[in-house]
Structures are given as C-alpha cells and as structure tokens.
C-alpha cells in the first residue's frame, strides 16, 4: 500500500516570495506523484505529475516538483507566489495503472499582500 | 482534453430520501471510475471503485448498501446515497480513467450534497 505525508496543514507567504509546499510518500514499488489544487467550492486541478521519467517535472502556473528517491519526497514549489495560489493544495500517490490513488491530508496556502 | 462530467453540481434533499450523482465520461471510455469523498476542510478519501459491468469495491468503513454505484455503461457511473441523512453531507468527487490515456484519471467537478 502507499501513502502521502503533507508535512505542513498550512503555509503562508507574502506575494512574491517563494512557495514550498513538501510531501513525503511511501510505496512499495515505483510510485506515480501528483500535485492537485483545489480552489474554495471547486473541483480539483492537476497542477504536475511524475511518471517515473524525469525527476524534475514543470507544471502549470509556475510550479515544479522535484521527485527524490532517496529522501521519498516530491515537494512542490513555485519561485514567486501570486494572490491566485491561495488555494488547498494536495499530494497525491498512486499505485500500478493509477490504481488506488491516496491523497494526502492537503496544504493550505495563504498569499499575503 | 479528457473532460469529467458530474451532475447535479448541488443538490439538497430531506433526511430519509435518495439522491443519485451521475458521473460521465464525455470523450473517452472509462472502464474503471472512482467514487471520493471530501468533507469541509478535509481530504479527499476513496469511497469505492467502479467497474463497468461488475460490482463495485468499497472501502473499508464504506457501507455499500448505502452507497449504491451502477457502473452501467463505459462513459456513466452512478452514485445513489440511500435514506440520506445529515451527516452524508458532503461533496463527492468522481473520477473516471482512460486506459488509452496511460491510465490517467480524470476529475469531475464534484457535487455538493445537503441533506436536511
């Protein structure tokens, strides 16, 4: 079985600061990692995602994540935040084929002006 | 892109009455769809997954007579909540995964359920 650990439940930057949001995972094979955001009242977002490809993966809106084995983290991180990032935002592992897709508790993000 | 469709969007019914939640798949087939969970200020968590033409699995702690799901066709998986009551209160996600796609899911835009 695999799990997500989001070592924060909140952050909270001023705009234009940097964003870090971590996620460590645990899997017993080749895990698949996304990052989602969610908006008040609204569905969810795929914002990246790792295949097992490159271990640096680029997303929308800014934000990357990179995917390191060796400390089972892919944090999630965007160099200069915006008002629009205020959002929850959730990591998310998945097993062979996307089965069994566990999310993590979520980080909620606060931008200040 | 793969599109989600979920329907209704909100709905709000009395203690004791059904609702169904119909979530579609609109430009590819879904052999497989997920049924989340996701109260006020918490994660999303599994309910169950669908298979069409097959029974669904649940979860552990999910009471399957309760939440009956009819995975009927490869584009249209329903959710009935039975004899609602006020804590199924609730926003329900679906999710719907396109072997052609590498597997990848797909969210619907959720439905907000209210019972009174």
């Known amino acids: 079985a695999q799990s997500v650990t989001q070592l924060d439940s909140h952050v909270s930057v001023s705009e234009g600061t940097p964003v870090l949001l971590r996620c460590n995972y645990s899997s017993s094979y080749s895990p698949s990692l996304f990052w989602y955001v969610q908006h008040p009242n609204k569905g969810l977002q795929l914002l990246l995602k790792?295949?097992?490809?490159?271990?640096l993966v680029k997303g929308i809106n800014g934000f990357e994540a990179e995917f390191k084995k060796s400390e089972t983290s892919f944090h999630l991180t965007k160099p200069s935040a915006h008002m629009s990032d205020a959002a929850e935002y959730f990591c998310?592992?998945?097993?062979?084929?996307?089965?069994?897709?566990?999310f993590g508790a979520g980080t909620r993000l606060t931008v200040k002006p | 892109g793969a599109v989600v469709s979920q329907h209704p969007s909100w709905v709000i019914c009395k203690s004791g009455t059904s609702v169904k939640i119909e979530c579609r798949s609109l430009d590819f087939q879904a052999t497989t769809m997920f049924w989340y969970r996701q109260f006020p200020k918490q994660s999303l968590m599994l309910m169950a997954t669908?298979?069409?033409?097959?029974?669904?699995?649940?979860e552990q702690g999910v009471e399957k007579d309760k939440f009956l799901i009819n995975h009927a066709s490869l584009t249209l998986s329903t959710l009935t909540v039975t004899s609602a009551h006020p804590e199924d209160s609730s926003f329900y996600i679906c999710?719907?995964?396109?072997?052609?796609?590498?597997?990848?899911?797909?969210f619907g835009p959720g439905t907000r359920l209210t019972v009174t």
């Open positions: 999710s719907a995964r396109d072997v052609w796609a590498h597997y990848e899911q797909y």
């Open positions: 669908s298979n069409e033409g097959s029974k669904a699995t649940y």
């Open positions: 998310v592992v998945s097993g062979y084929n996307n089965n069994d897709m566990r």
């Open positions: 790792y295949t097992s490809a490159a271990t």
